[in-house]
T-cell receptor, first 113, second 114 residues
Framework: QQQVKQSPQSLIVQKGGISIINCAYENTAFDYFPWYQQFPGKGPALLIAIRPDVSEKKEGRFTISFNKSAKQFSLHIMDSQPGDSATYFCAASIKTGANNLFFGTGTRLTVIP | DAGITQSPRHKVTETGTPVTLRCHQTENHRYMYWYRQDPGHGLRLIHYSYGVKDTDKGEVSDGYSVSRSKTEDFLLTLESATSSQTSVYFC?????????????FGNGTRLTVT
């Protein structure tokens, strides 16, 4: 059973546009929500993360919006650039043991110049 | 890459042969993880370790074993490789003891089983 559901599977955006990736979860015990960015040939790298006590976190052009009541969170990339083309994974974590991080299935973003 | 080295980076092997992948970290981090990445499935946990000789299974552990005889090395073994194990394998470490801290990944091993 997929603990974190991510959509869309792929996304094509024009340069300068807004990229939006959505994730949903069921387990209300999750208390940490990181996003990872992965370029071809590389491992995933932490991009930005949020805890459920805030509704939004912004770092440069990247924003996480968090809706606790709907159990949904999303990544917004403003002014998308070709260099943002990568695969993005959302994840959710619960502080109960070493095996505590659950990933979405990933979104391949392509930003067209 | 937070001092993580995976080897080899690429490997082609035949069905039925054993294969061992190595993850080496340069610092004494407690938690280490092996994931596989496949299209449409994202990252799936194979095995993880919370200390020397302390390991446990993840969600896709069948056909895999691990060993951690020293802090810096975490080995993943495919006992008898099958074509379904063709994948990209990532090692990850947790840099702090905070279980809500992020994972840091190596650059992966691309394994092809023919």
């Amino acid at each position: 059973q997929q603990q974190v559901k991510q959509s869309p599977q792929s996304l094509i955006v024009q340069k300068g546009g807004i990229s939006i990736i959505n994730c949903a979860y069921e387990n209300t015990a999750f208390d940490y929500f990181p996003w990872y960015q992965q370029f071809p040939g590389k491992g995933p790298a932490l991009l930005i993360a949020i805890r459920p006590d805030v509704s939004e976190k912004k770092e440069g052009r990247f924003t996480i919006s968090f809706n606790k009541s709907a159990k949904q969170f999303s990544l917004h990339i403003m002014d998308s650039q070709p260099g943002d083309s990568a695969t993005y994974f959302c994840a959710a974590s619960i502080k109960t043991g070493a095996n505590n991080l659950f990933f979405g299935t990933g979104t391949r973003l392509t930003v067209i110049p | 890459d937070a001092g993580i080295t995976q080897s080899p980076r690429h490997k082609v092997t035949e069905t039925g042969t054993p294969v061992t992948l190595r993850c080496h970290q340069t610092e004494n981090h407690r938690y280490m993880y092996w994931y596989r990445q496949d299209p449409g499935h994202g990252l799936r946990l194979i095995h993880y370790s919370y200390g020397v000789k302390d390991t446990d299974k993840g969600e896709v552990s069948d056909g895999y074993s691990v060993s951690r005889s020293k802090t810096e090395d975490f080995l993943l073994t495919l006992e008898s490789a099958t074509s379904s194990q063709t994948s990209v394998y990532f090692c990850a470490i947790r840099l702090t003891r905070d279980l809500n801290s992020p994972l840091h990944f190596g650059n992966g091993t691309r394994l092809t089983v023919t």
